[in-house]
Nanobody, 117 residues
Framework: QVQLVESGGGLVKAGGSLRLFCAAS????????MGWSRQAPGQEREFVVR????????YYADSVKVRFTISGDRAKKTIYLQMNGLKSEDTAVYYC??????????WGRGTQVTVSA
């Protein structure tokens, strides 16, 4: 199966910024969509953002609209997540994700993002 590896997490103060990175590796495969999910300690995993490669359309969770921006290179199978104006509620493990259709069906190991007050 295609492997997803993310990096770029860390500890930042409220109002700060981070830039996450993800690369797909392994068997050659073109996902229909890629993006990010996140999971806070003891909470359910939630959708953050996705990009549909065929159209370039992006979809963001209401909680991160304007503050977060996804970008990437379809040919290189890489994506970024620029996170600005971080809030304590953004603290979570962020997972790179890929999907063949309209839903994510594969996730990376995750990278920790911690926002201090």
């Amino acid at each position: 199966q295609v492997q997803l590896v993310e990096s770029g997490g860390g500890l930042v103060k409220a109002g700060g910024s981070l830039r996450l990175f993800c690369a797909a590796s392994g068997p050659t495969f073109n996902y229909g969509l890629m993006g990010w999910s996140r999971q806070a300690p003891g909470q359910e995993r939630e959708f953050v953002v996705r990009i549909v490669w065929s159209t370039g359309s992006t979809y963001y969770a209401d909680s991160v609209k304007v503050r977060f921006t996804i970008s990437g290179d379809r040919a290189k199978k890489t994506i970024y997540l620029q996170m600005n104006g971080l809030k304590s509620e953004d603290t979570a493990v962020y997972y790179c994700a890929g999907g063949r259709a309209i839903q994510f069906d594969n996730w990376g190991r995750g990278t920790q993002v911690t926002v201090s007050a």
